[in-house]
């Protein structure tokens, strides 16, 4: 159990388009979702959190404009890249909190971002 | 601001040679999760410590929670080539809905 999947695993997209990555978890109800953003052979940098039925939290210096967060449902967040630039070429990453379980979080298996 | 200082950063070994990876922290965590991650993939959960001096094994990996739950470490025995990844320690603070804090992260490559 607690699988977490991400769709699309590899998007490639023209400067100026917009990108919207889906995190689902499919067999538990996830009250919680956070994204991530990782650069090669760095850690995982934290850029918002995602509670279902409100505004996400978005931490410092990350634009809330620029990354949209939706969380729709207890299974689905969805983080859209708007006007994406080359800049914005990163691996994103998301995770879920098991409603009512532990502190561990389930990984998504990541989504690799290029902007040309 | 809690933190987690993970070290070494970088590990290049050769197979069969042991290791030990280092988290630490001034602040105290509720737990403290250890994950494996592979190029282009997510992170992989390997354990979850929970109580203070608790000691883990999975295989050759061997994880402990220090006794204040401040720290933690991860010591591989016999390291092979496919142990080879970036390890990552993150640490909870309990309360519900709260990112997890990570560590930087140790590249570890092992060498046949």
């Known amino acids: 159990g607690a699988v977490v999947s991400q769709h699309p695993s590899r998007v490639i997209c023209k400067s100026g388009t917009s990108v919207k990555i889906e995190c689902r978890s499919l067999?538990?109800?996830?009250?919680?979702m956070f994204w991530y953003r990782q650069f090669p052979k760095k850690s995982l940098m934290l850029m918002a959190t995602?509670?279902?039925?409100?505004?996400?939290?978005?931490e410092q210096g990350v634009e809330k404009d620029k990354f949209l967060i939706n969380h729709a449902s207890l299974t689905l967040s969805t983080l859209t890249v708007t006007s994406a630039h080359p800049e914005d070429s990163s691996f994103y990453i998301c995770?879920?909190?098991?409603?009512?379980?532990?502190?561990?979080?389930?990984f998504g298996p990541g989504t690799r971002l290029t902007v040309l | 601001t809690q933190l987690l200082e993970q070290s070494p950063q970088f590990l290049s070994i050769q197979e069969g040679e042991n290791l030990t990876v280092y988290c630490n922290s001034s602040?105290?965590?509720?737990?403290l999760q250890w994950y494996r991650q592979e190029p282009g993939e997510g992170p992989v959960l390997l354990v979850t410590v929970v109580t203070g001096g608790e000691v883990k094994k999975l295989k050759r990996l061997t994880f402990q929670f220090g006794d204040a739950r401040k720290d933690s470490s991860l010591h591989i025995t016999a390291a092979q080539p496919g142990d080879t990844g970036l390890y990552l320690c993150?640490?909870?603070?309990?309360?519900?809905?709260?990112?997890?804090?990570f560590g930087k992260g140790t590249t570890l490559s092992v060498s046949s």
């Open positions: 602040s105290v965590f509720s737990s």
């Open positions: 995602s509670n279902e039925g409100s505004k996400a939290t978005y």
């Open positions: 993150a640490g909870a603070s309990g309360q519900a809905g709260t990112a997890l804090i």
């Open positions: 067999d538990f109800q996830a009250t919680t």
């Open positions: 995770s879920a909190d098991r409603a009512g379980g532990t502190d561990t979080q389930y």
